[in-house]
Each structure stands twice: as structure tokens, then as C-alpha cells.
């Protein structure tokens, strides 16, 4: 609403001007540097100088259009400033009577998200983990805006890998072990694949004749393959169910790989193919290693698979934008997949964005999930959900459903903890420190939000019946302001692709709420300021509840 308000004031005085002094000008609004001096400051230069008056004549006919727009308290004129404070009361009606999470934005394009993207009979890393926190996230708050979202997981099925894990599988394999705890025994087998090739490198080469048969065919092969990956995935799903995420596409470099044939014709047609020492490449400047797209012994690489895909996704999907979750060490990958589009000329050479991030950090260390030795991501829910349960243990021993709701809680508390992080930095992780309901975590949120439900149950409102002018307090306009700050923290979000700026929003908007509550009274006899002050933190809750929801967070009704 302010910043829409800056636009009207500064049309109004436009229109102003040129009725009285027939001449056109953009009077830019300004905030006073100095919060003491005013709400906005008007400079006057730009009217002096296109009028060709003098100055007092200027800022005293600006001082008197303001009045007559009946928004502000005090108008100053400060030098070749006009400084206003708006008037309070009118200020946080406009604002108040204009937030509606309820409409619907109109629509404003696609985008595809590409994240979490694991590798199948491999532990599912650290770094998918905030791939998936921050895809999710972003999804939704693009989704929120009103752009159509397609959340892709392309999921690493593909590589000589395969060949040696089938190798390991029929000469080591136990079926029932695999089955039961799929990720964990296929890391195991491929750890002893490696061993043993030290030993005998004969069966590298056995690996890589599995391989070949896989790709050319080979059912048997396949069929291990198939259950490997469905078995990887059940694992997962369980993953994305405790994360309450959801993708509309399972996307998978092997079949990428099948119809790489297209995308490296279509490089041939644009003559942009090389042969270097029997790999087949695309030269893509002189700052950058070459693109290979093909190696000798004819396997796609890496790239080819990421071309093949995003020209199906682009005739499937006709995305405007094409979002990649990747983390910082694929930089230099990303930027070499952009110049070969750039250089096929496509028409969405300019829709790629790589939405890098940092790493996780214990004790100053890149942390890592690895079965067998360190913890793995199920460990860390667990872990997570422990301490939850054990914080609602001491606050609250009496909740029913109590490992529901640390459930809820648990996962939240890491889903906050990675977004609160600008995504590009890398953050050290304690979990006894997210877990914690006071502090700039998720349960403090969700905590906050439980607080307001509590008072609100206790006595019904009548929103038609509420007094503005106990907006004249900060204590309730401070709050106003902050409320209209939602809309422009989600612009924010939008173009910086990052979360964090909700996440920081969320914590303050809490924090102003909890010194509210501890200044006034919410449950006062006064039947008109009951129900002020009522519907102002039921105002809170929605927009606390809604921030919650679109970083991925989970809500509950009690902690
Ligand atoms: N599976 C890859 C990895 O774990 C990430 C894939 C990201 N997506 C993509 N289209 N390249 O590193």
C-alpha cells in the first residue's frame, strides 16, 4: 500500500503542477533519512526549476497540495523539502482495508523448477536436502504470485555406476537385504566394488560391459535397475512425505540419455560440433572449458543429458523461466550449460537460472550424510523431532498427540533454520539451537502463531466494530506497517529467487506481535477496543500462518 501510495501522491502533485504552473515534472517521493522528519519527503528542485520560481512559492504550493490529499498530520517544509507524517488513523485503515490474501493474482507466467534431484542407490546428500527446502519454497511463493509452477526432480539414474553396482549386486547381492534397506546396502555393495577392483581391475572392465548392455537393451540388466531405482525412491518419498513436498515430474538423466540423439543433431544442423582427441565437443569461448557432449566410447555426459531435457521441457512446458537448485560447486557447470544455449540461439537461451547455494557446515566442516559411518538425513529428521518433542515436553507436558506435533514441529524447525540463511552462504548447522522456541527459529513462529489462536478462542470478535483510532498508538501502527510490508517481501523474494527475506520478515512480525501483547491487553472489558485489538493480531496470524506455509512450513493448532 506505501508504495502504492507514493505513486498516487507523486501523480497527484504532477497533475497539480501542470495546472498550476503548465509544466510537466516527475516528482519522485522520497523517505526522509531520518525517520523523525517524516514519513516522505517531497524535493522541490526539479519543480523550481522547470517552473522557474522561487523556491518558497514552490514548497508552499507543494505543502497545500498535501493537505488537500487528507492523508498526513504534519506537513513541514524543511529547505527545499516538504517532510510529512501521515496521518496515522487514516493510513491503517487504507492499509488494513486492503489486505486480502483471499484474491487470487492474476497469472504472470511458467516457470520450471528443477530440484532435489537426487541420485538413485546413493544417500540422499545435504545438498539435495536444501535443493528441496528452497525449490519448494520457491514454488510456492512463485505459485502464491500467480506464475504456473512445474516442480521437476530429475533424478540421477544414469551412469557407469550402474554397471558396477549390477556387477557387485549378482556377485555379492542378498535380494532381502537390498530390499529392506535399499539405500543403504547399494552403498555398501558399491564401496566393495570399488575394493575389489583394486584388486582385480579386470572388473572394471566387466562393469563397464554391464553398462553398455544396460544402455543397449539388456532386460536383465534393466529389470535390476528398475528395482534399484524404485527401491531408492520409496526411500525418498518417505523423505518428501515428512517435508510435505510434492513434484509434478519425476524426470530421469537416462531417459535423457535414450533421446540425447536429438539434441546433439541439432547442435550438428547449427554446426556447432567438434571432434577433440575422438570426444565430440561445442567450443563455447575462451574463458571456459569446453562443452564435451559426447565421449569417445560415444556416452552422453552430464550436459548433453541437462540439453536433451531442457528442450522437452521447453516443448512441454513453454516455460518462461527455468529454475535450477543447484548448489554453488555446479557454478561453473550451469554457466557452460547457459553458453551452449546461447550459443544453439534457442528462444529460452535467456530462461536459465541456476539458484545456487551454499553448504551446511558442522563445526566449520562441509557436513555430509553418509550410512555406515556419519549420520544420514533421517537421522537428522529424527534427531530434530527429538528435540522438538523434548521442548514441548518442557512447556507443555500435558499436549495430546504430542509426537504429531514435534513431528510437525521438528521438520519445520530445519526447514526454517536452511531459509532464514541467505541461500548463497553457507550456514553452520545446530539443531539444538533450531529446535528452540524462542530465538529466530521456526518453532518461535509457530509458537507465536499457537499464542494468537489461544487468545483468539477465548472471545469472538466483530471486525466491523473496531475503532481506528487506537492506531494513533505505535503500538498498533508499528504493526500496520508491518503488514504492508508482506507484499513487497514476497516482490523481493520473487527476484532474488531467495527466501531468506520472508524467513527474516516472519521473525519480526512475531517479535512485534509478542511486545504488543506484552504492552496491551487483548482481552480488555471495552467491547470496541476487544475486538481493535482482536482483529489486528488476528491480521498477524494470517499473514504469520500464510509466510509459514509458503517457506514450507508446517502449521499446528497447539505446541
Ligand atoms: N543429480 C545431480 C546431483 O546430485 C543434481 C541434478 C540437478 N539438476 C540438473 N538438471 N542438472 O548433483
Known sequence: MLNELNIKISEFLNKKIIEDFGVQVNIVVEQPKNPEMGDVAIPSFVVVKAAKKPLVEITTKIKEY?????????????????????????????????????????????????????????????????????????????????????????????????????????????????????????????????????????????????????????????????QFKEASLEEFNRIYKLLGVHFDEYSSEASASRDSNRVLSLLKEKNLLEIDDGATIVRIGDDMPPA???????????????????????????????????????????????????????????????????????????????????????????????????????KNPTLAQKEEIATKVGVSAIIFNDLKNYRENDYEFNLEDATRFEGQTGPYLQYTSVRIASILNQCDFDKNNIDYSFYNNNNFFDITKKLDEFSIIIDKCINELAPNYLAKYLLQLSTLFNSFYSKEKCLCEDIVERNTKLHLISLIKEVLDKGMLLLGMQLVKQM
Open 292 to 394: 564435451i557432449v559426447k565421449r569417445s566410447d560415444g556416452a552422453t555426459l552430464y550436459i548433453t543429458r541437462d540439453l536433451e531435457e531442457i528442450h522437452r521441457r521447453y516443448s512441454e512446458y513453454h516455460f518462461d523461466k527455468m529454475l535450477y537448485c543447484v548448489g554453488n560447486e555446479q557454478k561453473l557447470y550451469f554457466n557452460q550449460l547457459k553458453r551452449v544455449l546461447n550459443r544453439m540461439d534457442v528462444p529460452f537461451k535467456d530462461a536459465v537460472e541456476h539458484v545456487n547455494f551454499g553448504l551446511i557446515l558442522r563445526d566449520g566442516k562441509k557436513m555430509s550424510t553418509r550410512t555406515g559411518n556419519a549420520v544420514t538425513l533421517s537421522d537428522v529428521l529424527n534427531e530434530s523431532i527429538r528435540l522438538a518433542l523434548k521442548h514441548i515436553d518442557e
Open 66 to 226: 498535501l493537505e488537500e490529499m487528507d492523508l498526513f498530520e504534519e506537513i513541514n517544509i524543511v529547505g527545499p523539502y516538504v517532510n510529512s507524517f501521515y496521518d496515522k488513523i487514516k493510513l491503517s485503515k487504507l492499509i488494513i482495508e486492503s489486505l486480502d490474501f483471499s484474491k487470487s493474482s492474476e497469472y504472470k507466467g511458467t516457470v520450471c523448477i528443477d530440484y532435489s534431484s537426487p541420485n538413485i542407490a546413493k544417500n540422499f546428500s545435504i545438498g539435495h536436502l536444501r535443493s528441496t527446502i528452497i525449490g519448494e519454497s520457491l514454488g510456492n511463493i512463485l505459485e502464491f504470485k500467480g506464475y504456473k509452477v512445474f516442480r521437476i526432480n530429475h533424478l540421477g539414474d544414469f551412469g557407469t555406476q550402474f554397471g558396477k553396482l549390477i556387477y557387485a549386486y549378482l556377485n555379492w547381492g542378498d535380494k532381502e537385504k537390498v530390499l529392506k534397506n535399499p539405500i543403504e546396502e547399494l552403498v555398501s555393495l558399491y564401496v566393495r566394488f570399488h575394493k575389489e577392483a583394486e584388486i582385480n581391475p579386470s572388473l572394471e572392465d566387466e562393469a563397464r560391459r554391464i553398462f553398455n548392455e544396460l544402455e543397449e537393451g539388456n532386460e536383465y540388466y534393466r529389470s535390476l535397475w528398475t
